[in-house]
């Protein structure tokens, strides 16, 4: 399995709150993703980098920011957290020889 | 904008059955397409990923064919088992060029296979 590793695995919060979801990858990769998945949406890009600094925006992106300050982390603020936000939020991770995408196991947030 | 539908929303087959998933894209200028496994609670797993060159992948019971004209994807699946209960998914990977690897997803089909 590929070195991926998101915290915190459950959270809930209250609205207005700021929070944080790290991502933690051990494999070096280029490119990062941050991905929520919601019934009747299926998985939606939030923000992905391509690099230390790198970013840009998915189409899921208001309310959202991101940070990479190293390779292997990549993190996802909800500045103020709002009820639309309450999800499960997976981040994935490609690059390397193996031409694939590998998914974390995801973040329960719920936001009330 | 790339829209990915995946039909059925859910399926439940006897065990043993051979079964197909589909899958159907509106922008056939992909990259490639993937098929994943979602279990309960867990994270996707890629299953088999076909290149825009390909016909078809295969995998053990799994195989998936790719018709990009038409702009279609199907996973078969043979000889089902309960194991294979799960969410599979199917992505495509524009072909915008350079070596990013954004996906745009189906919503899935829920597979349940009974014993």
């Known amino acids: 399995d590929a070195g991926i590793t998101q915290s915190p695995r459950h959270k809930v919060t209250e609205t207005g709150t700021p929070v944080t979801l790290r991502c933690h990858q051990t494999?070096?990769?280029?490119?990062m993703y941050w991905y929520r998945q919601d019934p009747g949406h299926g998985l939606r890009l939030i923000h992905y980098?391509?690099?230390?600094?790198?970013?840009d925006k998915g189409e899921v992106s208001d309310g959202y920011s991101v940070s990479r300050s190293k390779t292997e982390d990549f993190l996802l603020t909800l500045e103020s957290a709002t009820s639309s936000q309450t999800s499960v939020y997976f981040c994935?991770?490609?690059?390397?020889?193996?031409?694939?995408?590998?998914f974390g196991e995801g973040s329960w947030l719920t936001v009330v | 904008k790339q829209e990915v539908t995946q039909i059925p929303a859910a399926l439940s087959v006897p065990e043993g059955e051979n079964l197909v998933l589909n899958c159907s894209f509106t922008?056939?200028?992909?990259?490639?397409l993937q098929w994943f496994r979602q279990d309960p609670g867990k994270g996707l797993t890629s299953l088999l990923l076909?290149?825009?060159?390909?016909r078809e992948q295969t995998s053990g019971r799994l195989n998936a064919s790719l018709d990009k004209s038409s702009g279609r994807s199907t996973l078969y699946i043979a000889a089902s088992q309960p194991g294979d209960s799960a969410t599979y998914l199917c992505?495509?990977?524009?072909?915008?060029?350079?070596?990013?690897?954004?996906?745009?997803f189906g919503k899935g089909t829920l597979l349940t296979v009974n014993p």
């Open positions: 994935a991770i490609y690059g390397g020889p193996g031409n694939t995408i590998y």
């Open positions: 494999e070096n990769h280029r490119y």
């Open positions: 980098s391509y690099g230390v600094k790198d970013t």
């Open positions: 922008d056939s200028a992909i990259y490639n």
């Open positions: 076909i290149q825009s060159s390909q």
């Open positions: 992505a495509v990977r524009l072909n915008s060029g350079g070596s990013n690897y954004k996906l745009t």
